[in-house]
């Protein structure tokens, strides 16, 4: 029985009526990147996630337009802004890696509006900040990749990278497992990253 096998059935033998719900990986925001990932405790539906987005219009096709849609907790929704939202990378490259979307389906930050460059920009800082509150990260990668030739998984709809960065955290799983150890769930992450969060003039959570 392998590690998903195992885990669809609660650790129990066929016939277990209790098995775990497993949450639709395409309602999610991330791409998968050629990393398995290795949970501790082990959340295996996560790595399930092959779907892509299903074209580069706006809807229910682009999670980035999805995700404002569902629940914080559904969402991974860490925060909402008037402009933008933040909120965890299904596919993290470390723990407590998030993403900054406008809410407008944009593909270029030449075409965000005043108002939608300033929330982004605020947002990230917000987003350090609390990071470095909750998990003390010794530095940082930001970044946007703008088109799928400089590595955008989602080319279609912006989005800024906030990557807190540990020392010894490229350790070898990467290099040699092409696995990478992440010490927490996502909800969990999400749920003590969204308590941290400075109470300000956001869009209201939804649940």
Not at 101 to 126: G, I, S, W
Not at 157 to 173: E, K, S, T
Request: glycine letters at 14%; a negative charge; charged letters at 20%.
């Amino acid at each position: 029985m392998d590690a998903t096998d195992e885990q669809g059935r609660g650790g129990g033998g066929p016939g277990r009526s209790d098995r775990p719900a497993v949450e639709p990986a395409e309602d999610f925001a991330g791409v998968p990147d050629g990393f398995d990932r290795l949970w501790t405790p082990h959340r295996m539906a996560y790595i399930g996630g092959q779907d892509k987005p299903t074209g580069d219009g706006p809807g229910d096709g682009c999670p980035f337009c999805r995700i404002p849609t569902l629940s914080d907790v559904d969402g991974l929704v860490v925060a909402r802004g008037a402009a933008a939202y933040v909120v965890l990378n299904l596919y993290p490259y470390n723990a407590g890696h998030l993403l900054v979307c406008p809410y407008r389906h944009v593909a270029d930050y030449t075409d965000l509006t005043a108002e939608e460059t300033v929330e982004v920009a605020t947002l990230t800082q917000t987003a350090m900040r609390v990071l470095r509150a909750v998990s003390t990260p010794h530095g940082f990668n930001l970044g946007m990749n703008q088109g799928a030739v400089a590595g955008a998984g989602i080319a279609a709809h912006l989005h800024q990278h906030v990557v807190p960065r540990w020392g010894g955290d490229a350790n070898f799983l990467p290099i040699v497992a092409r696995s990478r150890a992440l010490p927490e769930l996502l909800g969990d992450t999400r749920t003590r990253l969204a308590a941290a969060w400075p109470a300000g003039p956001t869009t209201p959570s939804k649940g």
